[in-house]
Protein backbone atom coordinates (compact mmCIF):
# COMPACT_ATOMS: atom_id res chain seq x y z
CA UNK A 1 0.00 0.00 0.00
CA UNK A 2 1.67 3.57 -0.83
CA UNK A 3 0.34 6.97 0.25
CA UNK A 4 0.82 10.47 -1.72
CA UNK A 5 4.17 10.55 -1.40
CA UNK A 6 5.05 6.76 -2.86
CA UNK A 7 6.26 5.57 0.56
CA UNK A 8 5.15 2.38 1.42
CA UNK A 9 3.22 2.33 4.90
CA UNK A 10 3.85 -0.63 6.75
CA UNK A 11 1.57 -3.31 6.64
CA UNK A 12 0.04 -6.39 8.92
CA UNK A 13 2.26 -8.52 7.49
CA UNK A 14 5.46 -6.07 8.03
CA UNK A 15 6.15 -7.56 11.59
CA UNK A 16 9.79 -5.70 11.58
CA UNK A 17 8.79 -2.28 10.46
CA UNK A 18 6.15 -2.21 12.87
CA UNK A 19 6.89 -0.10 16.54
CA UNK A 20 6.62 -2.33 19.80
CA UNK A 21 6.20 0.71 22.31
CA UNK A 22 4.13 3.54 22.53
CA UNK A 23 6.55 6.49 22.57
CA UNK A 24 7.52 5.41 18.65
CA UNK A 25 3.76 3.86 17.90
CA UNK A 26 2.31 7.76 18.36
CA UNK A 27 4.44 9.35 15.58
CA UNK A 28 4.41 5.95 13.13
CA UNK A 29 3.65 6.65 9.49
CA UNK A 30 0.63 4.08 10.33
CA UNK A 31 -0.95 6.68 12.18
CA UNK A 32 -1.36 9.71 9.88
CA UNK A 33 -4.64 8.99 9.18
CA UNK A 34 -5.36 9.49 13.20
CA UNK A 35 -3.33 12.70 12.92
CA UNK A 36 -4.93 14.07 10.01
CA UNK A 37 -8.51 13.26 11.63
CA UNK A 38 -7.59 15.04 15.04
CA UNK A 39 -6.33 18.43 13.09
CA UNK A 40 -9.55 18.50 10.77
CA UNK A 41 -11.64 18.66 13.91
CA UNK A 42 -9.33 20.94 15.69
CA UNK A 43 -9.44 23.40 12.45
CA UNK A 44 -13.24 22.74 11.61
CA UNK A 45 -14.48 23.70 14.92
CA UNK A 46 -12.60 27.15 15.13
CA UNK A 47 -13.75 28.23 10.90
CA UNK A 48 -17.06 26.41 11.36
CA UNK A 49 -17.49 28.86 14.96
CA UNK A 50 -15.46 32.11 13.67
CA UNK A 51 -16.56 32.66 10.10
CA UNK A 52 -19.78 34.06 9.30
CA UNK A 53 -22.23 31.65 7.52
CA UNK A 54 -22.92 34.03 4.65
CA UNK A 55 -19.35 34.60 3.83
CA UNK A 56 -19.53 32.86 0.51
CA UNK A 57 -22.17 35.89 -0.70
CA UNK A 58 -20.47 38.95 0.45
CA UNK A 59 -18.23 40.46 -1.97
CA UNK A 60 -15.24 40.57 -0.68
CA UNK A 61 -12.28 38.28 -1.61
CA UNK A 62 -11.21 37.23 1.82
CA UNK A 63 -14.62 36.30 2.89
CA UNK A 64 -15.23 34.16 -0.22
CA UNK A 65 -12.13 32.33 0.58
CA UNK A 66 -13.03 31.84 4.17
CA UNK A 67 -16.33 30.67 3.07
CA UNK A 68 -14.94 28.32 0.68
CA UNK A 69 -12.66 26.75 3.59
CA UNK A 70 -15.40 26.78 6.00
CA UNK A 71 -17.83 24.87 3.44
CA UNK A 72 -14.64 22.16 2.14
CA UNK A 73 -14.10 21.82 5.75
CA UNK A 74 -17.65 21.00 6.50
CA UNK A 75 -18.59 18.49 4.05
CA UNK A 76 -15.40 16.43 5.21
CA UNK A 77 -16.57 17.00 8.88
CA UNK A 78 -19.53 15.70 8.29
CA UNK A 79 -19.78 13.08 5.22
CA UNK A 80 -16.13 11.78 5.77
CA UNK A 81 -15.77 11.76 9.95
CA UNK A 82 -17.78 10.13 10.98
CA UNK A 83 -17.62 6.87 8.90
CA UNK A 84 -13.51 6.49 8.97
CA UNK A 85 -13.27 6.74 12.98
CA UNK A 86 -16.31 4.18 13.03
CA UNK A 87 -13.77 2.31 10.31
CA UNK A 88 -11.03 2.76 12.26
CA UNK A 89 -12.70 1.02 15.55
CA UNK A 90 -13.90 -1.78 13.24
CA UNK A 91 -10.77 -2.35 11.14
CA UNK A 92 -8.26 -1.09 13.35
CA UNK A 93 -4.91 -1.94 10.85
CA UNK A 94 -4.92 -1.26 7.13
CA UNK A 95 -6.39 -4.47 6.21
CA UNK A 96 -8.37 -2.80 3.28
CA UNK A 97 -7.48 -0.77 0.32
CA UNK A 98 -7.46 3.09 0.33
CA UNK A 99 -10.20 3.38 -1.92
CA UNK A 100 -12.50 0.43 -0.12
CA UNK A 101 -11.56 2.45 3.30
CA UNK A 102 -12.87 5.80 1.83
CA UNK A 103 -15.56 4.55 -0.03
CA UNK A 104 -17.24 2.38 3.17
CA UNK A 105 -16.41 5.74 5.70
CA UNK A 106 -18.66 7.80 3.03
CA UNK A 107 -21.32 5.42 3.57
CA UNK A 108 -21.09 5.02 7.30
CA UNK A 109 -21.10 8.43 7.67
CA UNK A 110 -23.77 9.41 5.16
CA UNK A 111 -26.03 6.65 7.65
CA UNK A 112 -24.55 8.17 10.56
CA UNK A 113 -24.81 12.00 9.98
CA UNK A 114 -28.95 11.91 9.26
CA UNK A 115 -28.94 9.29 12.64
CA UNK A 116 -27.33 12.29 15.08
CA UNK A 117 -29.57 14.92 13.11
CA UNK A 118 -32.60 12.68 14.07
CA UNK A 119 -31.52 12.22 17.73
CA UNK A 120 -30.41 16.27 18.16
CA UNK A 121 -33.67 17.06 16.95
CA UNK A 122 -35.62 15.75 19.73
CA UNK A 123 -33.23 17.29 22.45
CA UNK A 124 -33.77 20.14 24.18
CA UNK A 125 -30.83 21.72 22.44
CA UNK A 126 -32.23 21.63 18.49
CA UNK A 127 -30.29 21.52 15.52
CA UNK A 128 -27.98 24.57 15.30
CA UNK A 129 -24.59 24.66 14.71
CA UNK A 130 -23.04 24.31 18.15
CA UNK A 131 -24.91 21.32 18.70
CA UNK A 132 -24.00 19.72 15.66
CA UNK A 133 -20.83 20.21 16.50
CA UNK A 134 -21.03 18.94 19.79
CA UNK A 135 -22.42 16.14 18.92
CA UNK A 136 -20.32 15.17 15.66
CA UNK A 137 -17.32 16.00 18.35
CA UNK A 138 -18.47 13.45 21.21
CA UNK A 139 -18.84 10.83 18.21
CA UNK A 140 -15.86 11.25 16.22
CA UNK A 141 -13.24 11.63 18.84
CA UNK A 142 -14.10 8.98 21.37
CA UNK A 143 -14.11 6.79 18.34
CA UNK A 144 -10.76 7.65 16.12
CA UNK A 145 -9.28 7.34 19.89
CA UNK A 146 -10.08 4.09 20.19
CA UNK A 147 -9.18 3.00 16.83
CA UNK A 148 -5.51 4.14 17.58
CA UNK A 149 -5.69 2.20 20.76
CA UNK A 150 -7.13 -0.88 18.85
CA UNK A 151 -4.31 -0.44 16.15
CA UNK A 152 -1.91 -0.15 18.94
CA UNK A 153 -2.82 -3.26 20.79
CA UNK A 154 -3.18 -5.31 17.68
CA UNK A 155 0.30 -3.70 16.46
CA UNK A 156 2.05 -4.97 19.69
CA UNK A 157 0.78 -8.35 19.71
Known amino acids: MT ?10 QDEQTLPKTFKKFLFHPINRGFWMS ?4 ATTVPVAIFVPE ?19 LGLVFIIFLPGY ?14 LTRYGISFGLSIA ?11 TPFGLNLISILVALN ?3 LPLLSGGFLRRYRAVIR
Open 3 to 12: NEEGDNLPNV
Open 38 to 41: VTLV
Open 54 to 72: NALLSGDGVYIFLGVIRLL
Open 85 to 98: ALFTILWPLHEKED
Open 112 to 122: IAPILGLVLNF
Open 138 to 140: LFT
